[in-house]
Nanobody, 114 residues
Framework: VQLQASGGGLVHTGGSLRLSCVASISIFGFKHMGWYRQAPGKQRELITS???????NLADSVKGRFTISRDNSEKMVYLQMNSLKPEDTAVYYC?????????WGQGTQVTVSS
């Protein structure tokens, strides 16, 4: 099973995007979910996560700009990204936390132009 992220695209600095992730995995409602990203030449990093109870954590680099949410009935995870910066350019993925190798999908490309 691979988790499929979508919603990426090309935006200008200051723009917004909303990413979606279909997480068709068992007991999704009990899973701690996260959004990861990998910028060119860098390692993949966890930028935000949401617990089964709805508690969230955000990396300092996205705090105040990104919001993670989930819909357990639809097995979906969302990432609302506002005030985008060129340094947000990356491929974005969703996965459980900690990540599970079999769940990595192709991700969705986000490109922010200056």
């Amino acid at each position: 099973v691979q988790l499929q992220a979508s919603g990426g695209g090309l935006v200008h600095t200051g723009g917004s995007l909303r990413l979606s992730c279909v997480a068709s995995i068992s007991i999704f409602g009990f899973k701690h979910m996260g959004w990861y990203r990998q910028a060119p030449g860098k390692q993949r990093e966890l930028i935000t996560s949401i617990t089964a109870a709805g508690g969230t954590n955000l990396a300092d680099s996205v705090k105040g700009r990104f919001t993670i949410s989930r819909d357990n009935s639809e097995k979906m995870v969302y990432l609302q990204m506002n005030s985008l910066k060129p340094e947000d350019t990356a491929v974005y993925y969703c996965n459980v936390v900690p990540s599970w190798p079999d769940y990595w999908g192709q991700g969705t490309q986000v490109t922010v132009s200056s």
